[in-house]
């Protein structure tokens, strides 16, 4: 987790990261690029740290919403906790105690209240 976190951190400035939830196996991640600077995030994190990934790309509000709900409830389907915010983890899990990363997260979706996480929660 904090080798994952460390190089997230010096590869932020390339791209805006909006959830993450690291598995003992396996990653997601929901960014948004900056400019032209995927190729360079991909390089710098993706490739250099995981091999190969399987990426999509995201063309709308509908599926964003499906995207988002879906990488935080990935150790509720994994049987390792009952809420979102319980898993160790993710950034919602820092985002909902108030610890921050050593980056930004851009949380497009919205979480400050208990609404969002009832709505993240719910299978």
Known sequence: W???LSKLSKSCDL?????FVL???????LFRAKENNI?????????SYFGDSNMEVIRSNR??????KYIYQNPIRANLVNRV???????????????LFD???????????????HWLNEV
């Open 2 to 4: 904090k080798s994952c």
């Open 15 to 19: 791209v805006d990261i909006q959830s």
């Open 23 to 29: 598995m003992n196996n396996h990653y997601h991640l």
């Open 39 to 47: 190729q360079k995030f991909l390089n710098c994190f993706i490739f």
């Open 63 to 68: 599926y964003l919403r499906y995207t988002y």
């Open 85 to 99: 915010e319980d898993y160790p983890f993710s950034s919602i899990h820092y985002k909902s105690k108030g610890i």
């Open 103 to 117: 980056f930004p997260i851009h949380d497009k979706c919205g979480m400050a209240d208990e609404f969002k996480l």
